[in-house]
């Protein structure tokens, strides 16, 4: 699933080289990237997508060790590659700590899941990672994962956990939509990535019907602000692709100011024909597709 080993037939077997995939040496990536039209890429791991070890402390010290790698890597082409920072999410001290500390190395957003493990986002104990990634202007990228151990037990193929990956998205949909976090973080800004955006309807639609009922019966946890509310004023971000049937639904709910896609390289759905399947669509509009590429990336990741 990974591409790890680079040994394994998986990542032997891709398109892309094995120099390219390990960034080692990066000039390989920057070659693929001239191929395909791109010229700036914001890099996010894969390796950690699963829980590495059960031991916090480790994996804390883990991802600060690939934070420090990366920032090296990508140092050696600034203009061209730029890199997400793994979160210590397990840890919430720790978590606002290795921000403050990828923001001084050049990292463009902080990297995070839809739970942290079986504990959700809006948990009080979180805030003070919130809170540190207000107080730097950083965006926090919420992507699809498999830490939350009691979904992922359910889960017996590749191509189940593959599509279930997507539903602690969800999960963190509502923690930062309904759960309180933009109430108490109302600077903050969320983007959601490699789970489309098609479920955005539904989710609001059920969201706000819901709230409508249990913040006029006054029920504990329900903030002052609809989820709607965080749509308008900017807070959420989706990375959709190109064949998502809802997209002018989507573009409805959020407008067009706040959505973005990827070419996914050198990932194994090869995304790379998602930019070309956006700019073919006849359903948008072609403001968005000029926004869509490059304006919101750079106004999303403030670069």
């Not at 950690?48 to 994996?59: G, I, P, R």
């Not at 540190?132 to 950083?138: I, T």
């Not at 994962?145 to 593959?162: A, E, F, I, N, R």
């Not at 923690?175 to 983007?191: C, E, Q, T, V, Y």
Request: hydrophobic share 40%; proline share 6%; glycine share 8%.
């Amino acid at each position: 699933m990974f591409g790890t080993p680079v040994q394994s037939r998986f990542a032997r077997d891709k398109k892309f080289s094995i120099a390219s995939q390990t960034l080692v040496p990066p000039a390989a990536r920057i070659t693929d990237m001239d191929k395909l039209g791109i010229d700036v890429q914001v890099i996010y791991p894969t390796i950690f997508l699963d829980t590495l070890s059960q031991d916090v402390a480790f994996e804390t010290a883990l991802m600060k060790s690939y934070n420090w790698w990366l920032a090296q890597t990508c140092a050696q082409f600034p203009d061209r590659l730029k890199w997400a920072a793994m979160i210590p999410f397990r840890n919430p001290q720790a978590g606002a700590q290795g921000l403050q500390r990828a923001k001084a190395m050049g990292a463009v957003c902080g990297l995070i899941y839809g739970t942290a493990s079986e504990r959700v986002l809006h948990d009080p104990e979180m805030d003070v990672l919130w809170a540190e990634a207000e107080r730097q202007d950083m965006a926090l990228s919420v992507h699809t994962g498999w830490h939350m151990t009691s979904l992922l037990s359910k889960m017996d193929s590749v191509y189940c956990s593959t599509t279930l990956g997507v539903v602690p998205s969800m999960f963190g949909l509502f923690s930062i939509l309904g759960g309180g976090i933009l109430d108490r973080f109302p600077k903050l800004r969320f983007g959601f990535f490699e789970a489309g955006a098609d479920c955005l309807p539904y989710m609001i639609t059920r969201m706000e019907r819901l709230w409508s009922v249990y913040d006029r019966n006054n029920w504990p946890g329900i903030g002052p602000h609809g989820p709607r509310h965080w749509l308008d004023n900017g807070n959420v971000w989706f990375c959709v692709e190109g064949k998502e049937q809802f997209l002018p639904q989507v573009v409805e709910l959020l407008g067009e100011s706040n959505l973005m896609t990827s070419a996914d390289l050198p990932y194994d759905e090869a995304l790379d024909g998602a930019i070309d399947e956006i700019q073919g669509r006849g359903d948008i509009s072609d403001t968005l597709k000029t926004r869509i590429l490059p304006d919101n990336p750079k106004r999303y990741y403030g670069l």
